[in-house]
């Protein structure tokens, strides 16, 4: 049955779906046994739903609300994702930066997809952060990239795989986004089946 994949996403989830139709057809060997998000009405856990998979609902403020800490989350998720026992976790779209607590559950076997190229614009607006860059006649082009998550770096780590993204003068944060989702979705896989084959 392949790998074993947990995915954590928080959103629309078409990162996810990408594993899923990728899985479906073949081109990816890999099983994705469950799925974690941090929020209830992210469309991606209906995909999940609709694809047989398990999920889980893991919101932060059921913990912040009750006093406990960060780390005291990130370690509930990891014993939550351990249940599932992955070979990798992909944090596809996963808003939350994940503290050592998790982190150190899942040595090299934590992968991060950030819509940046390595090095570049890391944190929440990349995108924004891109384009302002190009307006201001810095980059001409972005880029999305996936790579493993060995520490609490945010959106650092070894790279897997990467591609640039043109940017156009007419772009709009909208636009752009747009087309480097189209980008991200055939970088995961790419990155995942090196991971899962090993290929060098
Ligand atoms: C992706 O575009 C990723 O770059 C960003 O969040 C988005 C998640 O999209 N961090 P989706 O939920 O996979 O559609």
């Known amino acids: 049955m392949g790998a074993r994949l947990v995915v954590l996403i928080s959103g629309n989830g078409s990162n996810l779906q990408a594993l899923i139709d990728a899985i479906r057809y073949k081109a990816l060997d890999a099983e994705i046994v469950g799925v974690v998000s941090n929020r209830k009405d992210a469309f991606g856990l209906e995909r999940a739903q609709k694809a047989g998979i398990p999920t889980r609902y893991h919101p932060l403020k059921s913990f912040t609300e009750s006093g406990r800490s960060r780390s005291d989350y990130d370690a509930a998720l990891a014993e939550l994702v351990r249940a599932w026992q992955p070979d990798f ?24 997809l950030h819509p940046a190229l390595p090095g570049q614009f890391p944190g929440a607006h990349a995108v924004d952060d891109a384009l302002a860059a190009y307006k201001e006649g810095r980059i001409r082009t972005t880029g999305v990239m996936v790579h493993l998550v060995p520490d609490e770096e945010v959106d650092a780590g070894p790279v897997l795989e990467s591609e640039e993204v043109v940017i156009y003068a007419t772009d709009t944060a909208d636009s752009l986004r747009k087309r480097m989702q189209q980008v991200e979705h055939g970088v995961l896989v790419r990155a995942l089946r090196r991971l899962i084959e090993g290929d060098e």
């Open 89 to 112: 976790v992909v944090l596809a779209g996963w808003m939350h930066i994940l503290s050592a607590a998790f982190i150190d559950e899942f040595p090299y076997r934590i992968v991060n």
